[in-house]
């Protein structure tokens, strides 16, 4: 049997259902791809049901509000991808009479569609001849290959990009490309595959080297970069401040409390010191500070941040707290916040009895 079919033959076996496999539906394709780029199944099935329940067509997205978008985004990090959804909903609108394009190249015109996801949708929904490699894919055809050029470079992305096209039977990419994808992401996982009971063991020349586990080879190991994040969750009667994080940064668009960034680790006598905290408490009288979180650490895929919370509740509000958004303590829960600022505020919440902001 050839290895496609090997594939396709183990897939009807062994697929999980799910979902966005029993639809040939490019939006909710779409979305699930998109969404599935940055969590776990488990994890991105739930966003998945609630974002589609939410936005259940092209023209939904296309007319929400970004906030809201956003707001169901939330904890799956990544927020460019889910202003791009929007974006490319309101393009489809606009140029393609909202009617999804099947054409490859007017898929990849839309903003934030690559070529892996423009394969996923065309070999999905119209079974187009497009080889799909994501991470599974590359794990496991350079395993198959024994494929020594480091997938990070362009030459290695380029030999499994062949590899993947000759690999696939053009008639049914569809069927191919899922099972490719799963049978990666189930059997010839990173750590341990199950190589004694592979059905393309004795095909696998990863396996014949007798370290399957040594591919694919990498050339770079990405350069984790520290950072020391210091929130501050100023409350003066009722009232909180926040403000929206714009520019090139992380998590563009999402709210987040008064922010002290240092380059090196500080405590809060240290912070003290520091001239933005001297100027959000120069005039505020009397201030009562709790730690509820100190150092939590939370890991991104190239910045690993060191955060604290302190909750500092104050007489009054000085000038440098202008700029910021004042907003009753009620109404934060509407805000779209990153995962750290969620953990936190569920913490603080616990800590305080209340059941709500
Ligand atoms: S033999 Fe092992 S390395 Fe090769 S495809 Fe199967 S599980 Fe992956």
Not at 8 to 22: A, G, M, S
Not at 222 to 239: A, M, P
Request: some cysteine; hydrophobic content about 40%; overall charge neutral.
């Amino acid at each position: 049997m050839e290895i496609s079919e090997i594939l396709i033959y183990w897939y009807q076996e062994h697929k999980r259902e799910l979902p966005w496999r029993n639809t040939d539906d490019p939006y909710l394709i779409w979305i699930s791809e998109v969404i599935l780029q940055q969590t776990r199944v488990a994890q991105g099935l739930d966003y998945f049901l609630r974002f589609t329940a939410r936005f259940p067509n092209i023209r939904s997205l296309a007319e929400a509000e970004e906030d809201e978008v956003l707001k169901y985004w939330q904890g799956l990090g990544y927020y460019t991808r889910a202003r791009n959804l929007r974006a490319a909903a309101r393009s489809v609108m606009e140029h393609f009479a909202g009617h999804f394009p099947s054409d490859y190249r007017n898929v990849r015109s839309l903003r934030g569609i690559g070529e892996y996801t423009a394969a996923a949708i065309v070999s999905f929904a119209w079974n187009q001849p497009y080889a799909v490699v994501d991470g599974n894919v590359f794990r496991l055809l350079a395993r198959l290959f024994a494929v020594d050029t480091p997938i990070d470079t362009a030459r290695g992305k380029k030999e499994i990009g062949s590899l993947a096209t000759a690999l696939m039977n053009p008639s049914k990419s569809g069927l191919h490309n899922q099972a490719a994808m799963e049978f990666g992401a189930l059997h010839c996982v990173p750590s341990n595959p199950d190589c004694l009971h592979c059905p393309l063991g004795n095909k696998c020349l990863g396996y014949a080297s007798g370290s399957p586990q040594s591919y694919p080879v990498k050339r770079h190991k990405t350069k984790i970069r520290l950072r020391y994040f210091h929130y501050l969750h100023i409350v003066c009667r009722g009232e909180t401040w926040l403000h929206r994080r714009q520019g090139k940064d992380i998590w563009t668009g999402l709210y987040e409390f008064p922010l002290i960034e240092t380059s090196a680790p500080a405590d809060f006598i240290a912070l003290q010191t520091n001239e933005t905290f001297r100027d959000f408490f120069a005039e505020a009288g009397e201030i009562n500070v709790s730690v509820v979180l100190p150092d939590v650490k939370h890991i991104l895929s190239h910045q690993q941040l060191h955060a604290s919370f302190y909750r500092i509740e104050i007489e009054r509000p000085a000038k440098a707290l202008e700029s910021y958004l004042r907003i009753p303590d009620e109404d934060l829960d509407g805000y779209a916040f990153p995962r750290l600022i969620r953990i936190y505020l569920d913490k603080e919440r616990q800590l305080s009895g209340s059941n709500s902001y």
